[in-house]
């Protein structure tokens, strides 16, 4: 019994995940079952249609800033809240929480709104700065919880023996922490990599990746977008995954 | 090592640390010298941490000054102190090998490659750790640890060395033995431990003098012997060693001072005291149990009392009795060829002591 629910379940999340997979390899322009020539056709032009491969760099330049950025932001914030004690830091913890909670569309707008009265003009700042919000949230607590079982003896033992506060981090924090790092950044890139809606807000005449989709999906789903779709998948699955584990990764070494 | 650094010596001036409402460190005053080998000793809490800590740069004072061979070092942070600290912790880098943990203080100096790892191989030869070099911390026993923090502070030549509790991790037969090879280490090297202790043992066995802490203050330093056959206060009595600490009243002052105890029902002789009471202070005095005789012997003695016997207990070496003088509670310690002599549980023994062996300190409750 319980094994045909676990199949359900399996099968409710990845059926139309694998939809895309499968009829991204289809030789048919139109989504049709069965499938009776496969192709990698659909591949070489995604790969080859120049607009779909500036949003997708586009998308490339916007997801590793937005992974640094939140991850060295994130670490910063961290190791303040992890070392010291103040009333209120569960408030503050919470708040943290709050981009993680509000309706990306609801955000989108406020950010939107926000920008266009500052007159900030839109481009990929725009995306990397609203990507970035999500992703301090998310780096701040992953590295919240590999920090509050960091011992800061370490750090104190490096400055008694001669380390500046900046050598010590280098030489001492950052190597201990730096899965949680790692996780944070690979976890802020997917999520920058995977985001449709702020970005569509904020982007203007630019595009990321799944805005791009987003607007051809209008005209019609075409193989093409599958196989680009798949592309993305794949990508942010791994990322997502290897995020996963290093977030998770004994936190036991220092 | 190549270059020998001269040992320094550390003062506080009225130092002051608080936490909040707490104040850690209360007014703080002492000049340890150059080369010696002061403890800090006192209960948990007591502040023996925060002190440390101030010298070595983690916490600043409040208020007042710590010099360093004469000159202020609170504006100094720790990364450029000439101190170096074995922590309570450990603290030693998971992620690097021993010998990389004693490299780093080298390192950070910006000392030859080559002339880092003659260093290394004389520093684990001082702390008996040869060839261990290339484990990795967590591949060591706690003793080993314990060595290579020591190593890793000493490597670096720090002018003096601050240790926190550094053997409260280890186990009895393993600290005793490690609080001889530390006292060997300070022999060779000569230069200033400041060591941090809550074991009273501990700080008599090592130090040239201990630093007695008490609520965030210095109650007295002095040498151990000093410190035990002349303790300042109530607290300094019972902490180092054993006391009988007895609320007594000034009656005479002058040639041969006295006092009443026991609800004033009893009169004590006692030698000049070191500072000076006036008639009807309230006072303590203290007494050691293994001054005090038991038996016919202890009539010859200044002070002599009858003791009613309300407890033998045998402890080793030796035999603790104790019992009720005029209804105040008193203990001794004997031989346990002396006890076998005398003593019943509710007997009536004499019991008795000399003037010199009391010792008067302010009354604390
Ligand atoms: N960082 C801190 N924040 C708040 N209180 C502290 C801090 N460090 C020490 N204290 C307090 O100061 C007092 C002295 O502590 P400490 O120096 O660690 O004592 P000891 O080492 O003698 O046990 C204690 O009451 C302790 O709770
Ligand atoms: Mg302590």
Redo the contacts between chains.
Sequence with gaps: MLRVYAVLIFAFLYVPILTIIVFSFGESVYPTLPITDWTLEWYRTALTDSQLLEALTKSLIIAPLVGFISATVGLLAARELARREFRGKGLVLLVLLGPLLVPLIVFGLGLLLLFSSLDVPSSIWGAVIAHSVFGISLSTLILYSRLISF?E??M??????????A??FF??ML??VFPAFAAAFLLSFTLSFDEFIVAWFVIGFDTTLPVEIWGRLRYGITPEINAIATVVLLVSLTLGVLGQKLASQRKD?? | MSQERQPAGVSLIDVTRRFGDVEAVKNVSFDIEAGEFVSLLGPSGCGKTTTLRMI???EYPDEGDITLDGKSIVAT????RD???V???Y?L???RSVAQNLA??LR??KIPKDEIRAKIETMLELVELPGLGDRKPDQLSGGQQQRVALG??LI?DPAVLLLDEPLGALDLQLRKQMQLELKRIHREIGITFIYVTHDQEEAITMSDRIAVMNQGSVEQIGPATEIYARPETAFVAEFIGDANVLLATVVAVGEKPTVTFAADTLTMEVARPARTFSERDVVSAVVRPENVSIGPDADSFDNVYDMEVSEVIFAGSYVRIHGLIGGSPLWLTTTVSDASRSNQVGSRVRVGWDAGDVVLVEWKS
């Design positions: 011992r003896s370490l104190e033992s490096a400055a008694d023996l001669g380390a500046a506060p050598r010590a030489e001492v190597p201990l070494e220092s | 070595a740069g983690f942070p720790p990364y450029r101190t170096s600290m922590f309570q912790d603290a880098f998971p992620h780093f203080g950070m100096r890793r502070a670096v």
